[in-house]
């Protein structure tokens, strides 16, 4: 695995350990230094969120420090250290609850909570989709290849970026505070997939590049975590497929009203949403709508469970210069 980690620019493992456990060496300043940047990487994240700032979104990613735990288990799963995965986890899990926390309490800062729900930092990441989990995965592995590289650590910054880590939890914590709790699961979802993804590139890479050789752990110890992990990226990537199908629903629904509707210029459809069994479908026309059984008829064609059609008709066209 030369072309993967080179020799001559292979971090070796006692480098790796120190670098991602941050019980080892000067624990005391690696910790401190590890809470101080989350927290403010939260508040910067919250902020950018509240305001809907992409800009001040990226800013939190880049000083989220929250990748280092989580490398951190895949290393110690590589190596067969359990108390490194212990470590690793509790540092992880607490920090979902302080990342978290700073989110809720944002958002009963805000006038009006409900109102953060419908900005972009919000809406693009409380519905993930399998593309989300395969670009978790490669991001993981650019991730854990520049960790243990020394020529390419200058891409831990667009990693950072990439795998989004931050904002996702802080998502969770403003859409609990204000009341959608629906959506600050699918929040947490988008978390946990970036998650198991890096721990599990992490893992791979750190296998096959010899790290476990090095460390002398045996196959039979890591059999145990191979499971955990494995059932754990099928458990996140179930509600990223039926995101994906559903998108994929919503877009035929669609080309199906536009039939429906006609070949009127001045018709359109604005919007549709797929939820549980009914699928509503928002149309703009000047005029009256043709019967809805058919359009009923060409949705369960198209959707395997015949979700029930609610057609929302707003009577008017498009005003053109």
């Known amino acids: 695995m030369d072309v993967l980690v080179p020799d001559s620019q ?6 790796l350990v120190d670098r991602l456990d941050l019980s080892t060496g000067e624990s005391a300043s690696k910790r401190s230094a590890f809470w101080i940047m989350l ?8 902020s950018g969120v509240a305001g809907d700032s992409t800009a001040t979104v990226i800013g939190a990613m ?4 929250l990748s280092v735990p989580i490398l951190g288990v895949g290393l110690g799963i590589a190596t067969g250290r359990g108390k490194l995965i212990v470590r690793s986890l509790l540092l992880v899990l607490v920090g979902i609850v302080l990342v978290v926390a700073i989110g809720f309490v944002v958002s009963q800062l805000l006038p009006n909570p409900t109102n953060v729900l419908t900005n972009s930092q919000v809406v693009g990441r409380t ?12 991001t993981g ?4 290849i520049a960790m243990t590289r020394r020529d390419v650590g200058d891409v831990l910054p667009g990693v950072a970026i990439a795998i989004s880590l931050v904002p996702p939890l802080v ?9 959608a709790p629906g959506l600050a699961l699918g929040a947490f979802v988008l978390f946990a997939s970036n998650m198991v993804a890096m721990i599990v590139t992490a893992t791979v890479v750190l296998v096959v590049v010899g790290y476990a050789r090095e460390a002398g752990a045996g196959e039979a110890r890591r059999g145990r975590a191979y499971a955990v992990l494995a059932t754990a990226l099928i458990i996140v990537a179930i509600p990223m497929v039926v995101n994906s199908l559903s998108s994929l629903w919503a877009g035929q629904i669609a080309d199906a009203t536009a039939i429906w509707l006609g070949d009127e210029s001045s018709s359109q459809v604005t919007d549709v949403s797929l939820q549980q069994n009914t699928a509503t479908i928002h149309v703009l026309t000047p005029d009256g709508l043709p019967p809805v059984d058919e359009l009923q008829k060409a949705v369960d064609d198209l959707v395997p469970w015949h979700p029930e059609v609610v057609v929302v008709h707003t009577v008017g066209g498009r005003v053109t210069e």
């Not at 880049?62 to 420090?65: K, Q, S, T, Y």
């Open 10 to 15: 292979r971090r070796t493992l006692d480098e």
């Open 39 to 46: 927290t403010l990487s939260a508040v910067i994240a919250a």
């Open 62 to 65: 880049i000083v989220a420090p």
């Open 127 to 138: 519905s993930p989709k399998l593309m989300d989990l395969t670009a978790a995965l490669a």
């Open 141 to 144: 592995l650019v991730g854990v």
């Open 171 to 179: 998502v969770v914590g403003v859409c609990f505070g204000s009341g």
